[in-house]
């Protein structure tokens, strides 16, 4: 890659990083607002996770708050059961979300399974796993669960820290993920997303891949879960529940775009606004995310991110004629990514409905 491609693909990654980094001193010190701020940003890293696992490898991974609480509660415990320091746990905890998360992937390739089941076992996982923390009361409290106060790095303490150390996650995991696709792994990806079986029969290693992806993506959302363990100063196995992480993300991500570098951080940005929007409303929320979920996958497939790349060609072809038509608009678009193309969605569940 030549310095200025390198350079083109850092714009929406430095753009992104650029804007958020000015959120504190637009917000005024609010500490609600640091806080929703924060939540954002953990919602983004987990949407970017997700995008590598569904967007480019047809993994329907619905056990992202499981992950991330395994990443929460291994750490919590090796602090304060096994005097373990909060950057040791922080690394096996990470280590053993990213375990689980290559487990499931393996298992996945090498039985064959397609998008679906490969989303009704990882619901199954999650349910295991919120079963455990009820179950394992002796470890995590049950139901009440468990204060960290003085088991991580303090970030709790310090909301405009905890901000930096997310935004810094969340822009180190998208700098990752445009190495990727710009490496060898981008084009196991593209080859991937447009037929599994024609890629391994033209020499791309599929297990490989799609495992190496699911662990690197696991490890992600297990440390963002220890980074919100100590964010924010207790966890529950209801705060890790499918209905409180999953949905969000899958929306987020439907929202941002699927398949882009910005659209897991943009879709994140407008679930936070249409969930503060609703918040008030109680229960009223999850009918707001399913029909949320249904607007999205039958009217606005695309996403945020693609659709404003295409108005803006559009403009720029108004504006200067010259600009020629498979000119992309500079959205942060990854080349054709599994799943993500117009009607992307679709194409991703039908491909492994069987």
Do not use: W
Not at 47 to 54: D, G
Not at 149 to 162: C, D, S
């Amino acid at each position: 890659m030549s310095g200025r491609q390198l350079v083109v693909h850092a714009v929406p990654v430095l753009a992104a990083g650029g804007v958020l980094v000015m959120v504190p001193f637009l917000l005024g010190g609010s500490p609600y607002g640091l806080r929703i701020a924060s939540l954002m940003l953990i919602l983004a890293t987990y949407a970017v996770a997700f995008n590598l696992l569904f967007g480019h490898t047809r993994q329907l991974f619905l056990c992202v708050g499981a992950l991330a609480g395994l990443g929460a509660y291994a750490s919590v415990i090796l602090v304060r059961d096994a005097g373990f320091p909060p950057l040791l746990a922080a690394v096996l905890a990470t280590l053993g979300a990213a375990l689980l998360g290559g487990f499931l992937s393996y298992v996945g390739v090498r039985r064959g399974l397609g998008v679906l089941f490969v989303g009704i076992i990882t619901v199954a996982v999650s349910l295991i796993f919120h079963n455990l923390l009820l179950g394992l009361r002796e470890y995590t409290n049950g139901e009440t669960g468990i204060s960290t106060q003085g088991l991580g790095f303090g970030l709790g303490e310090a909301p405009t820290r905890a901000y930096y150390v997310l935004l810094g996650v969340l822009v180190s995991s998208l700098t990752i993920y445009q190495l990727l696709l710009r490496s060898r792994y981008g084009l196991a990806f593209r080859a991937l997303g447009e037929d599994e079986l024609n890629a391994e029969l033209s020499g791309i290693d599929v297990t490989r891949y799609k495992v190496g992806t699911a662990a690197l993506a696991s490890g992600l959302i297990g440390l963002v879960g220890v980074l919100y363990a100590d964010v924010n100063g207790f966890i529950s196995p209801s705060v890790f529940a499918l209905g409180h992480v999953d949905i969000p993300v899958l929306l987020a991500l439907l929202l941002g775009g699927i398949g882009t570098t910005l659209g897991p951080v943009v879709g994140a940005g407008l679930f936070t606004l249409v969930d503060e929007l609703v918040r008030p409303f109680g229960q009223l929320t999850v009918l707001t995310y399913g029909i949320l979920l249904v607007v999205l996958f039958l009217v606005f497939r695309e996403g945020v991110v693609p659709f404003a790349g295409r108005l803006l060609l559009r403009l720029g072809r108004v504006l200067l004629p010259g600009i020629p038509r498979e000119a992309r608009a500079g959205s942060g678009r990854s080349p054709q990514p599994a799943g993500a193309s117009e009607g992307g969605v679709g194409r991703s569940e039908s491909a492994g409905g069987g």
